[in-house]
C-alpha cells in the first residue's frame, strides 16, 4: 500500500504539473463522479491545488470542488502529455483530468468522490485524521500526547492508525520501531518519554528523507525504493522489513515477523535489539 511519502510526491508532482490550468476533458469509469460531472461538469473549471494528507490526495477545482483519492492497495495516478502512450492499459483508468498540456490519469483507483469543503469536513475516515506527518506545521509534542493518549494499544498499531498520525504505513511501522529500539507490541503505556519522542520523531525524519527533490517523481504506486537506512546499496536500504530470517543490520540476529493488529498486517522486528522489558 503507498504510504504518506509516496501520496506527498505524487500530489507535489500532480500540483506542478496541474495548478492553475484549465480543465479541459474530464472522463470516468465510477458512476458516482461521472453523476456529480454531468450536474456541474468539471470541464472549464481551474485546477486550483493537489495537495495530500497522510495517504488521502485532495484535488482542488474553482467552485469549490474537491476531487478525494485514495489508492488503498492497487491504485496510482499518471502524468502524460496529450497523445502520449500511457503505461498502464486503458481498460485500468479510473479517472482521466485533461488540460491542454497534461493528461492526468488515475488507475485502479478504489476510492474517488468529489466533496465541497463542506462535506469534506464531514466525511468518515478523513475528519479524524491526526496530524500529517509531512505537514510543515506539524507539532512533535502534539504527536506524543496523541501517543500517549492511547496507553492499551500496541505500539506498531498506534503507528498505523491514522486519527493518532496520517501517513504512517506497514514500512515504516516496522522501520521506526527498530530505529529507537521499541519492540512493536508493546503497549504505548509501557513507553518512556524518551521512547514517545524517539518514535514521533523518527517517523517524522523517515518520511522527510523519503520526499526531497531526489527521492523521486514519478506519480506511480509505491515501487520499492523506500530508504530508512540511508545506505546507498538498494539491497541495504531497509532495516528489518520484509527481511524475515535474514541477520539484523546492528547485531547479526535473525529478524522476525508476525501478523498484528486487526488487520493482520506483518509487522518486522529484531528480538534482541527490540526486547520487550521485564516488568
Given at each position: 500500500m503507498p504510504e504518506g511519502d509516496t501520496i506527498f510526491r505524487a500530489a507535489r508532482t500532480l500540483n506542478q504539473a496541474l495548478a492553475g490550468q484549465l480543465v479541459t476533458?474530464?472522463?470516468?469509469?465510477?458512476?458516482?463522479?461521472?453523476?456529480?460531472?454531468?450536474?456541474?461538469?468539471?470541464?472549464?473549471?481551474?485546477?486550483?491545488?493537489?495537495e495530500s494528507h497522510g495517504k488521502w490526495?485532495?484535488?482542488?477545482?474553482?467552485?469549490?470542488?474537491?476531487?478525494?483519492?485514495?489508492?488503498?492497495?492497487?491504485?496510482?495516478?499518471?502524468?502524460?502529455?496529450?497523445?502520449?502512450?500511457?503505461?498502464?492499459?486503458?481498460?485500468?483508468?479510473?479517472?482521466?483530468?485533461?488540460?491542454?498540456?497534461?493528461?492526468?490519469?488515475?488507475?485502479?483507483v478504489p476510492v474517488a468522490e468529489f466533496h465541497t469543503?463542506?462535506?469534506?469536513?464531514?466525511?468518515?475516515?478523513?475528519?479524524?485524521?491526526?496530524?500529517?506527518?509531512?505537514?510543515?506545521?506539524?507539532?512533535?509534542?502534539?504527536?506524543?500526547?496523541?501517543?500517549?493518549?492511547?496507553?492499551?494499544?500496541e505500539v506498531g498499531v498506534a503507528l498505523l492508525t491514522q486519527s493518532i498520525m496520517a501517513g504512517l504505513g506497514n514500512v515504516f511501522k516496522s522501520e521506526v520501531c527498530f530505529a529507537c529500539g521499541v519492540n512493536p507490541f508493546r503497549r504505548v503505556a509501557s513507553l518512556s518519554a524518551e521512547e514517545l519522542v524517539c518514535v514521533v520523531d523518527t517517523a517524522r525524519k523517515f518520511l522527510l528523507a523519503n520526499v526531497t527533490?531526489?527521492?523521486?517523481?514519478?506519480?506511480?504506486?509505491?515501487?520499492?525504493?523506500?530508504?530508512?537506512?540511508?545506505?546507498?546499496?538498494?539491497?541495504?536500504r531497509l532495516f528489518v522489513y520484509r527481511r524475515r530470517n535474514e541477520p539484523c543490520r546492528h547485531c547479526g540476529t535473525a529478524i522476525e515477523s508476525r501478523k498484528q493488529g486487526l488487520g493482520a498486517r506483518t509487522t518486522f522486528w529484531c528480538p534482541q535489539c527490540q526486547p520487550i522489558p521485564e516488568n
Open positions: 476533458g474530464f472522463e470516468t469509469q465510477l458512476p458516482k463522479l461521472s453523476r456529480v460531472d454531468f450536474d456541474t461538469p468539471l470541464t472549464g473549471r481551474t485546477v486550483e491545488k493537489v490526495m485532495l484535488m482542488h477545482f474553482s467552485g469549490d470542488l474537491i476531487l478525494l483519492t485514495h489508492m488503498l492497495m492497487s491504485g496510482s495516478w499518471h502524468i502524460y502529455r496529450p497523445g502520449e502512450s500511457w503505461q498502464r492499459r486503458p481498460i485500468d483508468m479510473r479517472i482521466l483530468v485533461k488540460t491542454g498540456k497534461i493528461w492526468a490519469v488515475a488507475f485502479n469543503a463542506d462535506t469534506l469536513r464531514r466525511r468518515d475516515g478523513f475528519r479524524t485524521l491526526g496530524q500529517d506527518v509531512l505537514a510543515p506545521e506539524f507539532d512533535s509534542a502534539e504527536a506524543v500526547a496523541e501517543l500517549r493518549s492511547h496507553p492499551d494499544l527533490e531526489t527521492s523521486g517523481d514519478h506519480i506511480v504506486t509505491y515501487s520499492g525504493m523506500r530508504r530508512t537506512t540511508g545506505r546507498a546499496n538498494a539491497e541495504e
